[in-house]
Structure formats: structure tokens, C-alpha cells
């Protein structure tokens, strides 16, 4: 119930926010993008992280992924987990592709071997390495798609467009700039309503 | 007045001790215990998969784990994602350990390094390697746990009592025969509530 009254509440923060930056930007009445249901923006563009996210749907982990061929080998091991909100996971399903409004959060953990009664293989730790987010706002941000990087416990700022995620997004993302071919449960639904591109 | 003030009032009391009682014992209104929320038995004692665990909150992910010292390398590698109800995962936050009725779903999937633009690391893929629950539900199983096993499309059997996995998380498992030292966002919750053992 809690959750429910702090979710409607953020929602009329968000919708209240978009409002006045609507107003602002001369925009009428749609009012609030969609994002603004998992999302608070500050006035100066950085973004809280959603409170809630470690209960959103789980999309994939991956454990010391790669794309550089022949990159650096790192002195430990990592883990991406990656969560989407569930409104636009439920979109996904039924249409293949992502609404306006979509959130993805990164959540690297570091990895270990040993410890309590394991003897081999990588577990996950408490030990948080990296926190990132994902957005499709179209009106917000150009190319419809903006990163955020955490470095605390503050808000994210905008990771700048020219930094190398956006361009690999962009060109290897097999579902509009986004990695459904790594996320088991997806592949088959894009693959059914035709959005899959070979990446 | 009085009187029906006082009735109304004997009322709430009534219920409201019915309804600790009910909760103590697990009983909700339909006379089912707490799990039947998320479980389905059939009369021959197997249980079918909750349609919804992917939505449930995801606990961690480990490859290739093993408990066993020298344990037989495998020719592949196995992601296990750990999927735990959301009722009982509210409880848990509160009280550090696992009400009756909590169901965690263990997910094996193949991963894999070569793939799309990955050069490096371990990715999931769709190929589903095995599928288990673990059950609390104090009045249908002795020792109040239980695990199952899916073989197929078909609901799960119970797995014989004298299986390894009972003996193990009974004697390793942090919190109640589950591994929570191995949940990285639940540690912190039980070691705080003194339902924590180093195993």
C-alpha cells in the first residue's frame, strides 16, 4: 500500500514537474511523458535513481561482458544486472518494441569466488561497482534515448552524447539502441513482431 | 447508542483477533496456507510453475557455481538466476527471515561467449537448463522446506528428502535453509535482524 501511495506520489511529483517544464517549453496539454512515472528529474537535468528498481523485472545478468575485441583484462571479476520498469516491459510484450517512457538500469556488482561453502564459479557481492540508466524520453532528450551514470549515492548526470555507449547502442542494439539480444526472455518477442535486427 | 457503539466495537475486536490468528497460523480466508497464493498443487502432490516468476523480484545471479571441492568441471557454463515471491520478500525486509509461504524459483540458463558484438565474459542465453523451486509451507512439508524439480513443460515433483540439496542448505544455508549469503541486497536486512549465520 505504501508502495502504492509512494508511487502515485511520485507520479504527481513527475506529472506536476513535466507540467512545468511543458509550460516552460511551450508545450499544451499531453502534459507528462511516460517516463515520468519512474523517474524525477532536478532542475538542472540530473535524475534520481527510481527507489523501487531492485523490484522491477530482471531483464539478464552477464559476467565480465565484453565488447572490445582484445580489451584490457580486468584484475576482478564483474556482474551487469539489468532491470526495466514493468509498464514498458509490459508494452515490449505486446508490440516488440519500447514505449516512450522506458527505464533500463545497469547494476554492475562485483564478483567472487570464494567465500561461505563455494568452491569454484563467480557469486555476486555486496559490493556495488556501477549503477547506470537508460531512458527513452523522445521530447527530452534528442535520438530519443539519454545514459546516466551514478557515481553515488547522488543523482545521475547525463552522460554526454558523444561518449562511445550511444554510438555502440546505436549500431548494435538489436531492438531501438537496446541489447535484446542478450536478455533471454525478449529475443523470441521481438523476433515475433518483426523488430529483431541482427546485430 | 451505547450498545451499538459497544457491539460495533466487540466487532472489530473479534476480527481483528481472528485475523492475527488467521495470519499466525497462515490461514487466509479460503483456508489455504499462505503459499497457495503463488502455488498450485495438483492431488498428486506436484506443483505447476507460477506463471509470473519473471516478474517476481530477482535475488542474484551466479555462474557456474559449485559447492562440492574438486567438483567434475562442466563442458559449458550455467548461469543460475534466483527469483523469490514478492509477498514474502516484503516480510523478509521487515522481520529478516522467510515467512511460511515463500516460494524462490532457481533458474539455470546456458551462457555464452561469443555472440553478437561480445568478445569476452559470459552472456544468458534463452536455452533454459533446468528449473527448481524451494518451498516454505510448515504444514505440508516435514522440516517446514521443500524443493522441486521441472523436467519439462510439466509441474514439478517433489524432490526425495534424502536428496543432497536438503542436507546442504539445511547445514549451509545463512537464513532459515536459504543461501541469503549469496543475495546481495537481503545480507545487510538479516544481519541487522540477528537471523544471520555465518555458514
Redesign the interface.
Known amino acids: 500500500m505504501l508502495v502504492r501511495v509512494r508511487g502515485f506520489v511520485a507520479f504527481l511529483i513527475g506529472a506536476l514537474l513535466c507540467a512545468v517544464v511543458g509550460v516552460r517549453m511551450g508545450i499544451s496539454d499531453s502534459g507528462a511523458s511516460a517516463s515520468a512515472a519512474h523517474l524525477h528529474y532536478l532542475a538542472d537535468g540530473r535524475v534520481a535513481l527510481p527507489a523501487d528498481y531492485?523490484?522491477w523485472?530482471?531483464l539478464?545478468?552477464?559476467?565480465?561482458?565484453?565488447?572490445?575485441?582484445?580489451?584490457m583484462a580486468m584484475d576482478h571479476h564483474m556482474?551487469d544486472?539489468v532491470?526495466v520498469d514493468?509498464d514498458s516491459?509490459r508494452a515490449f510484450r505486446s508490440t516488440g518494441t519500447w514505449p516512450d517512457g522506458t527505464v533500463f538500469v545497469r547494476e554492475d556488482?562485483a564478483?567472487s569466488s570464494k567465500?561461505?561453502?563455494?568452491?569454484?564459479?563467480?557469486?555476486?557481492?555486496?559490493?556495488l561497482m556501477g549503477l547506470e540508466l537508460h531512458v527513452k524520453d523522445v521530447r527530452r532528450f534528442k535520438g530519443g534515448w539519454a545514459f546516466f551514470a551514478f557515481g553515488s549515492e547522488q543523482p545521475a548526470t547525463l552522460i554526454p552524447k558523444t561518449a562511445a555507449c550511444y554510438a555502440?547502442h546505436s549500431a548494435?542494439g538489436?531492438v531501438d539502441t537496446t541489447?535484446v539480444?542478450?536478455y533471454?526472455?525478449l529475443?523470441?518477442t521481438a523476433k515475433q513482431h518483426g523488430t529483431f535486427h541482427e546485430?
Open positions: 531492485r523490484n523485472p530482471f539478464s545478468a552477464g559476467l565480465d561482458m565484453n565488447y572490445a575485441p582484445g580489451g556482474f544486472n532491470f514493468p516491459l556488482r564478483g567465500g561461505s561453502i563455494n568452491k569454484s564459479g563467480q557469486f555476486q557481492t555486496p559490493a555502440c548494435h538489436a541489447f539480444q542478450f533471454p526472455t529475443l523470441a546485430r
